[in-house]
């Protein structure tokens, strides 16, 4: 038998979610039958599985040891050493200026984030930002239940720029929530092929996923299993010589590959992008990964635990955008 005290990171949450972050080596449908038969109790009692727990409950699990996976220890995120650029932190949040080419979680493919802060492999952005928490003191595991700092946003390998991790439960939720309702505003720079057909527009077509090639389609029509996409763009500078544009995007919608599938769609694809584009001479000319950076973040109005963040724009130095070189005068 296993005892977990509900912490501040803990409580607020469903005793059936709590579980699945606890032990995450135990199947659903074992997880409910288990609090059906009593062997995961609330301080003793029978419980519920949508029952809410408060911060100084104690859940008790009779369950078999193997499920309960090992978590990384204290001083093994102590003894690393840490390499992040921070473009903004405080006490309940932490942005990073991700470079090309870096996992953001283990077992990252392209842009898949798992969003449980669990954390394996020692390349990745949440690895490092678990372990620069840890060596601060403001994240120490061996305390933790079923929360570890984690990620909010989803950005993929070969993409650079902003991602924006929470250091508590309370802000994990409240990010989520805005970025959920539209309430965090993010743009991004791309170098793109030629010139824009338009100087701004806004894209409004549907995505559908093609799961054996990992790619995505974008179609003018709505088909079976095809999510909306809108995107807006306004160019920033054209580079004559070299046929190349400097887009400013707006996401409204946030699916995958969403930019480059959307500018590829209208004969714009990005530099250095093979899957929705011919990317050879841009390899040659040191392209190893599309031309597409998360640059800046704002916050827009709401009432929650990050409401001192209305308003407040986040933005990475120019300097670290590789691909702005192509439109310097």
């Not at 994240?139 to 929470?166: H, K, Q, W």
């Not at 909306?228 to 919608?253: A, F, Q, W």
Request: glycine share 6%; with cysteine.
């Amino acid at each position: 038998m296993r005892e977990f005290k509900i912490n501040s990171n803990d409580a607020g949450q469903r005793l059936d979610k709590f579980v699945q972050k606890a032990v995450k080596g135990m199947p659903i449908s074992l997880m409910y039958k288990a609090i059906r038969l009593k062997k995961i109790k609330v301080n003793r009692k029978r419980a519920e599985q949508k029952q809410i727990l408060n911060e100084g409950d104690v859940v008790q699990m009779f369950l078999n040891e193997d499920l309960f996976s090992e978590k990384i220890t204290d001083n093994e995120l102590l003894t690393i050493k840490t390499d992040l650029k921070i473009v903004y932190e405080d006490e309940n949040l932490l942005i990073c200026d991700k470079a090309p080419g870096v996992l953001v979680h283990s077992g990252d493919g392209d842009g898949q984030v798992s969003g449980d802060g669990d954390a394996k492999d020692r390349n990745t952005l949440i690895y490092h930002i678990q372990a620069y928490l840890a060596q601060k003191g403001e994240y120490v595991p061996s305390n933790e239940n079923s929360f570890a700092p984690a990620l909010c946003n989803r950005i993929d390998r070969n993409t650079g720029g902003m991602v924006i991790s929470a250091k508590n439960a309370i802000a994990l939720r409240d990010v989520n929530e805005r970025i959920k309702n539209n309430k965090i505003t993010k743009k991004y720079l791309c170098a793109v092929h030629g010139s824009l057909p338009e100087k701004s527009d806004t894209l409004c077509d549907f995505l559908i996923k093609d799961s054996k090639n990992n790619k995505v389609k974008v179609l003018k029509n709505k088909a079976q299993g095809a999510k909306e996409i809108i995107t807006k763009y306004k160019l920033i500078s054209y580079n004559r010589e070299k046929d190349i544009s400097l887009v400013e995007i707006e996401l409204v919608t946030g699916r995958t590959h969403q930019i480059r599938a959307h500018m590829a769609s209208i004969g714009n694809p990005l530099l250095g992008d093979g899957k929705y584009g011919v990317n050879e001479k841009d390899r040659k000319q040191g392209y190893k990964h599309q031309a597409l950076y998360s640059y800046k973040l704002t916050f827009e109005e709401e009432c929650d635990s990050l409401s001192y963040l209305n308003k407040k724009t986040i933005a990475v130095e120019e300097g670290e955008i590789y691909f702005l070189k192509e439109f310097k005068k």
